[in-house]
């Protein structure tokens, strides 16, 4: 085995930590293949170094050590930025992207609003529309929680634009996020008619997709609209559109979603006994 396929090997093993939940363990399989093939100038080996500190940076993260990770992180941007292969300077957006989001994550919300702006400034790197549309749409909840809603309207705009049509999982499920943040802002301005007229288009696109990414976007389509038209007055369509949100999602395994079927049940109990 060459030294190469023993950082192949290391690198495997490292994830399987990951996925296990042992960031302790996977932290430190990382760091030694920084610190094994961090001076060797071979392509191969910078990608692995490369890769190495973007997961190192997110088993901190995972360990709650987020100014750490964020610390990981810079290094690789700094040193990699201008990297000749393609295929490390996408690990260094993709250390862009947890970078700005672990800025959000410890409130430093200014921040990570211009490193979002700083990815999507950055030049484009083949296979990379992923982390684009995700600063994308994160930057656009970004200008909507502080009040420049016009902003968010442009973002959620172009992202519908650009991914619309892609049948990538990973851009379906970015422009369904987009499209539903969109009509739950209508719905907050009082604009109901026009936010359920998005939330038709959400299901019409994706409600027969059964990609687990999309589940979330959905679920929250359906509950959603049926909000919206309960504002409207509506009652007999809100109570059908609760009634179909619990009826798709109801024993789900996420726990995001299980926690929209509880305030759906509450909702369409309170209904029920007006």
Not at 115 to 138: F, G, N, Q
């Amino acid at each position: 085995m060459t030294g190469l396929d023993e950082g192949d090997e290391l690198a495997r093993h490292g994830w399987e930590l990951a996925q296990a939940g042992r960031d302790r363990e996977a932290l430190a399989i990382h760091r030694e293949i920084a610190a094994r093939y961090g001076n060797t100038e071979d392509e191969a080996a910078r990608r692995l170094v490369a890769t190495a500190r973007l997961n190192e940076g997110a088993a901190l993260a995972g360990l709650g050590e987020f100014s750490q990770a964020i610390d990981c992180w810079d290094e690789l941007i700094t040193s990699s930025t201008t990297d000749p292969d393609e295929k490390v300077r996408r690990t260094v957006m993709q250390a862009r992207l947890n970078r700005a989001s672990a800025l959000g994550t410890l409130g430093r919300d200014l921040d990570a609003e211009r490193a979002y702006v700083e990815i999507l400034a950055c030049e484009a790197v083949p296979d990379s529309h992923h982390i684009i549309a995700w600063a994308k749409l994160t930057l656009a909840d970004c200008r909507r929680d502080r009040g420049s809603l016009d902003e968010a309207f442009n973002l959620w705009d172009a992202l519908d634009a650009e991914y619309g049509h892609s049948r990538s999982p990973n851009l379906r499920e970015i422009v369904a996020r987009a499209l539903v943040a969109k009509a739950y802002s209508l719905t907050a301005s009082g604009n109901t008619a026009d936010a359920v007229r998005i939330y038709d288009d959400v299901l019409s696109r994706y409600a027969n997709d059964r990609t687990p990414q999309l589940e979330l976007p959905i679920a929250r389509a359906l509950y959603y609209r049926a909000f919206a038209l309960e504002r409207t007055g509506d009652q007999p369509a809100a109570l059908s559109g609760y009634e179909d949100m619990l009826s798709r999602f109801t024993g789900t395994r996420s726990s995001e979603i299980n926690t929209l079927v509880r305030e759906v049940e509450a909702r369409l109990a309170w209904l029920i006994g007006e």
